[in-house]
């Protein structure tokens, strides 16, 4: 069962991912669009099919549509001539396509740029966004399925329609490569091409019923230089020309891949949005579910690929424990030293720490051991209990057990704690530990455990318990099992143990590799009767393990042998759910933060959820999504949590021994790895990766929202949001339109009832303002005339985001080397060009890109922007400016400079920065600076920003700021 994959061979690329929000009240009919054209994001559609019932006559480009689940209305591709029209475009492109979730490149290109050859690179709506795009509704009841037009011939002068039903989604997931049920298959050739076909159901990757063009898969291989896309049979023949509608990488190779195109068919109209009247209050905000970021934070330490011992086997990763005391993350494992991103190596061996904050190495914390470590756990008293294979430490004998300080990496003494194996060459190890109460449990082989408060070894096999309070082994809980527990979990309320194991007796009662124990006198709790996915336990030889377990509450997970991690309902130890990595391997820790179980794996390319038999999961499974060594579950459903989609891959195909959650939020994977894909490409991370959590705060509620209508328009304004960087403006139940300022206009509504709202760039919104409402008009009424402008109350005038993240800037790339007063305040910006930040290139979330010179990339971007205060600044406020450096920058305020990093002083336009950075790393530590009050002026004022790339070959720059209103 077992499958080694080396992965991130598929080239996944930088993707914008789309979010979705909450379903929205509705409003009155007064406030429902009139006319539903999908011309205007005002008169946006539910769907193509909607457009094309309201016209027939429509024809296919670029329409707005709009659901309750999207954050916005936005622009699509529809084809409305088509099979009868009504079909919106989800993805297209030649090879290179994606399997992540959140699919691939800019999501209005599909509506700007659908075909033709500069098309061939694929652009794929995220999955949230598709789902949106259903309304909700599941994707195995789109009544036509799903639609693939592709090329038929290298001209692209004639194409295929091939339609077929996913039986078993029913959310949208870009894992097409994935054996999955599809039904309802047709093939549909133009003339001069073999006669249509259909087929009910195919249980494989989309249609192979001939070896021409009755073959659809999507796939790859090292043919393909690993691209993914769509083929033909092996008689159907391609072209290396990159004008190709039928592209081989050799020049007329079989099964080439096709440009396809990637519709669905969603027949929503406005009278299935199904929403309700927001009230004159407003609406509540929401934010995105806590999760990390699926892209790796950027590194600074990774270990060796030498194990410490030599071995380099499955029980010889790099990294299997982690724990967190105080501000240090401690990794533990086989590793033979540590290297930095700088190039510096430490000779520091199986056990290390790091600054949960910086990052850095904890270089006060270096013990000395003998063996690999493969349990950490934090005690109450500050200590940091270790377990593993190691008999020595500081050159002190141990018997795989020891207590250290975990500033020092001292042998802490307080208790006189051992452990021993007594049986005939047994191996002594401390694999699992956890605390609960007043207990710390251990597990692992072993056959006996000695206290504080006696010489006295007692047996207690393969699980014992230490009381914290006297340092004594809790004689009544002494378990006896027949084989090594590898993971153990304990209730919060103190109620039950669960332990998972190569064991098949506990207490000389059945208990086959999964035991719950009650937590009085380690007795069983009640029979936990489970299937394996492929073998049973009845099975001669008796076949099987589990590697861990993990409490959640009502329920408990396990994951293990054959692929498998499954939710048990306790008390009956029933199985609620489970999902299986068929083309994967077996599940190997699990943790849960947040109501989040992050379960990771030796496994590959794809898990199905809900499936539980290995043969044939396919057949039983709700979705099915792309994973690669680690994955999330939501803890009270045990479904699949397809947001969290990192690609992490190894050096040798053992995968992840260990997941952790630090004090920040952040995610830690260690085990056999040695690349992770990072915002900016893969990176290095070797043994150990982190995922820092994406941002879940929502934006504060703009106020003051105010309506006033003049010469047939409605002029909405209202006051900033702190944080937010787009602002949605609502009319009845829907959003009408976006703005990056404060202030909105659009054709008048008798009665119109509006609302706005803040997003930010991770996609989290604030609540809503308070209703306001424009006149009534009658049609012998002359307009309302604007009222005069109120000033701003004094209070309110030096607080808050005086520029928010994302605002608009002038920019301009490579400024003329002698103009050095493009900084200065009486500097004009004529001829610049306009955009939102961040602005750069090469990084998903760019908002403006910046054009190419003759000699490539720019080596620097100048940034603009003026602003206007109507008073001096009180001299106990200061301006808080909040940048990156990347990768390097420096800030001018009214033509002074404020700050600089990684950049010489007075930088010439082409000067280099002096290093690299990271983006994400630069984003993660930003540069701020402090303006004082007598820099800044009463009346017009300037920020300058020179920003400068390392080369011209650098794949990624951008520029944001934010600048705060703070209290000196």
């Known amino acids: 069962m077992e499958f080694r994959s080396s992965l991130l061979k598929f080239g996944a690329g930088l993707l914008a991912v789309a979010t979705t929000a909450t379903v929205l009240p509705a409003a009155s009919a007064a406030d429902t669009p009139t006319k539903v054209d ?60 994606t399997e992540d979730y959140v699919g691939k490149g800019k999501a209005e290109d599909l509506a700007s740029n659908p075909d033709g050859t500069d098309a061939f690179s694929p652009v794929q709506l995220p999955s949230t966004t598709v789902d949106a795009l259903l309304g909700g509704k599941p994707v195995n009841q789109l009544s036509d399925g799903v639609r693939f037009a592709r090329s038929l011939n290298a ?97 007329g190779a079989g099964s080439p891949m096709a440009f396809t195109q990637v519709y669905m068919r969603p027949q929503l109209t406005q009278a299935d949005l199904g929403t309700q009247q927001i009230a004159d209050t407003g609406a509540a905000g929401s934010s995105k579910r806590a999760l990390p970021n699926s892209y790796s934070a950027a590194w600074k330490w990774r270990t060796s690929e030498q194990t410490g011992s030599g071995a380099t086997g499955e029980m010889n990763t790099y990294i299997q424990a982690f724990a967190q005391v105080g501000n240090t993350v401690f990794t533990g494992g086989d590793f033979k030293n540590l290297n930095s991103k700088s190039g510096e190596t430490v000779e520091q061996s ?43 430490v500081n050159g002190e004998h141990v018997n795989n057990f020891v207590v250290l300080d975990p500033t020092t990496g001292a042998i802490d003494k307080t208790w006189n704690w051992d452990i021993a194996n007594r049986t005939t060459g047994g191996v002594t190890q401390v694999k699992a530990m956890t605390v609960q109460g007043d207990y ?52 919060a309320d103190g109620s039950s143990v669960h332990t998972a194991g190569y064991f098949s007796t506990l207490n000389g009662k059945e208990a086959w590799k999964l035991a719950a124990l009650n937590s009085t006198d380690g007795q069983m709790l009640a029979p936990w009767n489970w299937q394996l996915s492929y073998s049973t336990k009845e099975a001669s030889p008796r076949t099987g393990f589990q590697f861990d377990v993990e409490d959640a509450g009502d329920t408990v997970f396990a994951g293990g042998a054959e692929h498998l991690i499954s939710q048990y309902a306790k008390g009956s130890y029933a ?7 068929k083309s994967g391997g077996d599940f190997q820790d699990l943790t849960i933060n947040n109501g989040v179980i992050y379960g990771s794996c030796h ?62 939020g952040t995610l830690w994977v260690g085990g056999d790895i040695n690349k992770s894909l990072g915002a900016n490409g893969v990176q290095p991370t070797v043994g150990f990766a982190r995922f820092s959590p994406r941002d879940v705060t929502a934006p504060g509620t703009p106020a003051n929202l105010q309506v006033t209508t003049e010469n047939g328009t409605d002029k909405l304004s209202w006051g900033a949001s702190a944080k937010g960087s787009t602002y949605q403006i609502l009319r009845g139940d829907r959003v009408i339109g976006t703005s990056t300022t404060t202030s909105f206009e659009v054709p008048h509504v008798d009665g119109g009832r509006y609302f706005v709202r803040a997003v930010d760039q991770a996609g989290n919104y604030s609540a809503t303002t308070a209703v306001a409402v424009a006149p009534t008009i009658a049609p012998d009424q002359d307009p309302v005339p604007a009222p005069d402008p109120v000033d701003p109350a004094p209070a309110d005038a030096f607080t808050g985001d005086l520029i928010a993240a994302g605002s608009d800037w002038d920019y301009q790339s490579e400024i003329n080397e002698f103009d050095t007063t493009w900084k200065n305040l009486d500097s004009t910006t004529t001829g610049w060009k306009h955009g939102n930040a961040p602005i750069g290139w090469g990084d998903p979330s760019v908002k403006t890109t910046v054009d190419t010179t003759a000699d490539g990339m720019p080596i620097s971007v100048q940034v603009r922007k003026e602003f206007t205060l109507d008073s001096a600044v009180p001299a106990n406020k200061k301006l808080v400016l909040t940048t990156r450096a990347d990768d390097g920058v420096v800030v001018y305020v009214n033509g002074q400079e404020v700050g600089r990093q990684n950049l010489v002083q007075n930088p010439n336009p082409r000067r280099i920065a002096d290093s690299a950075v990271d983006t994400q790393f630069a984003v993660e530590n930003p540069l701020v600076i402090d303006v004082p009050a007598d820099l800044l002026k009463e009346g017009k004022n300037v920020i300058a920003v020179d920003s400068h790339s390392y080369m011209r070959s650098t794949a990624n720059n951008t520029f944001d700021l934010q600048a705060t209103w703070q209290n000196n």
């Open 38 to 97: 999908g011309k205007t994001s005002a008169t946006a559609a539910a769907s193509c099919y909607e457009i094309k019932q309201n016209d027939p006559t429509s024809k296919s480009g670029s329409y707005w549509l709009y659901t309750p689940q999207m954050d916005a209305p936005a622009q699509f591709y529809c084809d409305q001539e088509t099979n009868g029209g009504g079909w919106v475009m989800i993805g297209r492109g030649r090879d290179g396509w």
């Open 155 to 251: 001209a692209g002068t004639a194409t295929q329609n091939v339609y077929a039903k996913r039986a078993r989604q029913s959310q949208w997931s870009w894992a097409l490569r994935a054996k999955q049920q599809w039904d309802n298959i047709t093939f549909d050739n133009p003339s001069g091409y073999p006669s249509d076909y259909t087929q009910d159901t195919n249980l494989g990757n989309l249609a192979w019923f001939d070896n021409r063009y009755y073959r659809m898969d999507f796939t790859t291989a090292s043919s393909y230089s690993w691209k993914l896309g769509f083929i033909y049979g092996s008689y159907v023949t391609g072209s290396n020309s990159a004008s190709s509608y039928l592209w081989s990488n050799t020049n």
């Open 350 to 392: 199986y056990l290390a720490g790091y600054d949960v904050n910086t990052s850095e190495l904890v270089r006060s914390f270096m013990p000395k051991l003998n063996g690999q470590v493969k349990a950490l756990q934090a005690l109450p008293n500050g200590k940091l209990a270790v377990g593993g294979d190691f008999t020595e």
């Open 440 to 491: 710390l449990y251990i597990a692992g082989n072993f056959t006996h455990v000695k206290g504080n408060t006696s010489d006295v070894y007692t047996f207690s096999r393969n699980a014992a318990r230490f009381n914290l309070k006297t340092g004594s082994v809790d004689w009544k809980w002494r378990p006896n099992f027949n084989g090594t527990v590898n993971g153990i979990t304990a209730a």
């Open 575 to 581: 199985r609620l759910n489970s999902s299986i990595t």
């Open 603 to 664: 496994c590959g390319d794809f898990v199905y959820e809900r499936g539980q038999t290995y043969m044939s999961p396919w057949t039983e499974n709700d979705n099915v999504y792309s994973i690669r060594l680690t994955g999330a579950f939501d803890a009270q459903t045990g479904n699949v949590i397809p947001e969290f989609n990192p690609n992490v891959s190894g050096k040798s195909g053992f995968g992840i021994w260990a997941n952790f959650v630090d004090s920040t």
